[in-house]
Protein backbone atom coordinates (compact mmCIF):
# COMPACT_ATOMS: atom_id res chain seq x y z
CA UNK A 1 0.00 0.00 0.00
CA UNK A 2 1.53 3.66 -0.63
CA UNK A 3 1.46 6.33 1.41
CA UNK A 4 -0.74 9.40 0.54
CA UNK A 5 0.65 12.52 0.40
CA UNK A 6 -0.94 15.28 2.93
CA UNK A 7 -2.04 17.49 0.07
CA UNK A 8 -4.72 14.33 -0.78
CA UNK A 9 -6.27 14.65 3.20
CA UNK A 10 -6.14 18.25 2.84
CA UNK A 11 -8.09 18.63 -0.55
CA UNK A 12 -11.02 16.11 0.59
CA UNK A 13 -10.80 17.98 4.23
CA UNK A 14 -11.53 21.60 2.70
CA UNK A 15 -14.12 19.60 -0.05
CA UNK A 16 -16.21 18.37 3.00
CA UNK A 17 -15.71 21.54 4.82
CA UNK A 18 -17.05 23.66 1.76
CA UNK A 19 -19.66 21.36 2.50
CA UNK A 20 -20.45 22.65 5.63
CA UNK A 21 -19.29 20.34 8.08
CA UNK A 22 -16.63 21.55 10.42
CA UNK A 23 -13.25 20.90 10.86
CA UNK A 24 -13.40 18.46 13.32
CA UNK A 25 -16.07 16.51 11.34
CA UNK A 26 -14.04 16.55 8.35
CA UNK A 27 -10.72 14.85 9.65
CA UNK A 28 -13.03 12.85 11.34
CA UNK A 29 -14.59 11.81 8.11
CA UNK A 30 -11.26 11.95 6.09
CA UNK A 31 -10.02 9.68 8.55
CA UNK A 32 -12.42 7.24 8.32
CA UNK A 33 -12.24 7.12 4.30
CA UNK A 34 -8.33 6.71 4.68
CA UNK A 35 -9.28 3.13 6.59
CA UNK A 36 -11.71 2.38 4.24
CA UNK A 37 -9.14 2.86 1.44
CA UNK A 38 -6.19 0.94 3.52
CA UNK A 39 -8.48 -1.85 3.77
CA UNK A 40 -9.74 -1.94 0.42
CA UNK A 41 -6.44 -1.51 -1.46
CA UNK A 42 -5.33 -5.28 0.64
CA UNK A 43 -7.78 -7.15 -1.86
CA UNK A 44 -7.68 -4.82 -4.97
CA UNK A 45 -5.83 -2.07 -6.58
CA UNK A 46 -7.05 1.58 -6.63
CA UNK A 47 -6.21 3.59 -9.67
CA UNK A 48 -7.35 6.91 -8.15
CA UNK A 49 -6.70 6.75 -4.90
CA UNK A 50 -7.54 10.47 -3.86
CA UNK A 51 -10.89 9.99 -5.49
CA UNK A 52 -11.65 6.64 -4.08
CA UNK A 53 -11.13 8.91 -0.65
CA UNK A 54 -13.25 11.86 -1.61
CA UNK A 55 -16.14 9.73 -3.15
CA UNK A 56 -15.96 7.58 0.54
CA UNK A 57 -15.43 10.92 2.38
CA UNK A 58 -18.85 12.41 0.98
CA UNK A 59 -20.83 9.12 1.13
CA UNK A 60 -19.90 8.98 5.08
CA UNK A 61 -20.52 12.77 4.84
CA UNK A 62 -23.91 12.33 3.71
CA UNK A 63 -24.51 9.23 5.87
CA UNK A 64 -24.11 11.35 9.14
CA UNK A 65 -26.07 13.65 8.12
CA UNK A 66 -29.25 11.45 7.84
CA UNK A 67 -27.95 9.50 10.89
CA UNK A 68 -28.56 12.67 12.86
CA UNK A 69 -31.47 14.18 10.53
CA UNK A 70 -33.07 10.40 11.69
CA UNK A 71 -32.33 9.94 15.05
CA UNK A 72 -30.80 13.37 16.14
CA UNK A 73 -27.32 14.35 17.55
CA UNK A 74 -25.30 12.43 19.65
CA UNK A 75 -24.28 14.03 23.28
CA UNK A 76 -21.94 13.17 25.56
CA UNK A 77 -23.53 12.83 28.90
CA UNK A 78 -20.87 15.15 30.23
CA UNK A 79 -21.60 17.79 28.11
CA UNK A 80 -25.56 17.94 29.13
CA UNK A 81 -26.26 20.84 30.75
CA UNK A 82 -29.40 19.88 33.52
CA UNK A 83 -31.41 23.25 34.13
CA UNK A 84 -33.47 23.18 36.95
CA UNK A 85 -37.27 25.09 35.36
CA UNK A 86 -39.39 25.11 38.35
CA UNK A 87 -39.35 28.33 40.16
CA UNK A 88 -37.62 29.27 43.33
CA UNK A 89 -39.00 29.49 46.33
CA UNK A 90 -39.06 33.74 46.41
CA UNK A 91 -41.47 33.02 42.32
CA UNK A 92 -43.40 31.10 44.46
CA UNK A 93 -43.97 33.32 47.05
CA UNK A 94 -44.60 36.40 44.89
CA UNK A 95 -46.76 34.59 42.46
CA UNK A 96 -48.94 33.48 45.72
CA UNK A 97 -49.08 37.22 47.51
CA UNK A 98 -50.30 38.64 43.53
CA UNK A 99 -52.90 35.83 43.17
CA UNK A 100 -54.20 37.01 46.91
CA UNK A 101 -53.91 40.60 45.40
CA UNK A 102 -55.92 39.64 42.46
CA UNK A 103 -58.35 37.60 44.50
CA UNK A 104 -59.20 41.67 46.84
CA UNK A 105 -59.35 43.33 43.65
CA UNK A 106 -61.75 40.99 42.58
CA UNK A 107 -63.96 41.10 45.69
CA UNK A 108 -63.86 45.04 44.88
CA UNK A 109 -65.42 44.37 42.23
CA UNK A 110 -69.45 44.50 42.18
CA UNK A 111 -71.34 40.94 41.44
CA UNK A 112 -72.32 41.74 37.56
CA UNK A 113 -69.09 42.65 36.58
CA UNK A 114 -66.93 40.32 38.25
CA UNK A 115 -69.22 37.69 37.03
CA UNK A 116 -68.92 38.70 33.31
CA UNK A 117 -65.14 39.26 33.65
CA UNK A 118 -64.75 36.01 35.02
CA UNK A 119 -66.79 34.43 32.20
CA UNK A 120 -64.45 36.01 29.51
CA UNK A 121 -61.02 36.11 31.17
CA UNK A 122 -61.68 32.79 32.47
CA UNK A 123 -64.37 30.74 31.10
CA UNK A 124 -63.37 31.86 28.16
CA UNK A 125 -66.78 32.88 26.81
CA UNK A 126 -67.25 35.66 23.68
CA UNK A 127 -69.03 38.83 24.23
CA UNK A 128 -71.65 37.91 22.03
CA UNK A 129 -72.09 34.52 24.69
CA UNK A 130 -72.02 36.60 27.27
CA UNK A 131 -74.55 38.80 26.06
CA UNK A 132 -77.14 36.64 25.41
CA UNK A 133 -76.47 34.74 28.99
CA UNK A 134 -77.17 38.04 30.92
CA UNK A 135 -79.55 39.52 27.74
CA UNK A 136 -77.32 42.57 27.42
CA UNK A 137 -75.95 44.00 24.23
CA UNK A 138 -72.44 43.07 23.39
CA UNK A 139 -71.40 46.80 23.91
CA UNK A 140 -72.47 46.63 27.35
CA UNK A 141 -70.22 43.53 27.91
CA UNK A 142 -67.14 45.17 26.75
CA UNK A 143 -67.35 47.87 28.45
CA UNK A 144 -68.11 45.70 32.25
CA UNK A 145 -65.04 44.14 30.94
CA UNK A 146 -63.24 47.03 29.72
CA UNK A 147 -63.84 48.37 33.67
CA UNK A 148 -62.67 45.77 35.39
CA UNK A 149 -60.09 45.15 33.39
CA UNK A 150 -59.18 49.23 34.29
CA UNK A 151 -60.12 48.48 38.08
CA UNK A 152 -58.02 45.47 38.16
CA UNK A 153 -54.59 46.85 36.65
CA UNK A 154 -55.06 49.90 38.80
CA UNK A 155 -55.42 47.98 41.52
CA UNK A 156 -52.35 45.54 41.07
CA UNK A 157 -50.05 48.77 40.04
CA UNK A 158 -50.16 49.83 43.73
CA UNK A 159 -49.04 46.54 44.75
Known amino acids: MKE ?8 VKAALTRRGRS ?3 AEDLVQEAWVRLACYQRDQV ?13 NLSVDAHRTRVSHGEEVLLEDV ?3 DTAP ?11 MARLSLGLGRLNDKMREIFLCHRVEGMTYEEIAQRYGMSISTVEKYVARATLQLTSWMEGW
Open 4 to 11: FPPPIFAR
Open 46 to 58: VEQPEAFMMRTAL
Open 81 to 83: VLL
Open 88 to 98: GTEAIVLARER
Open 23 to 25: VQD
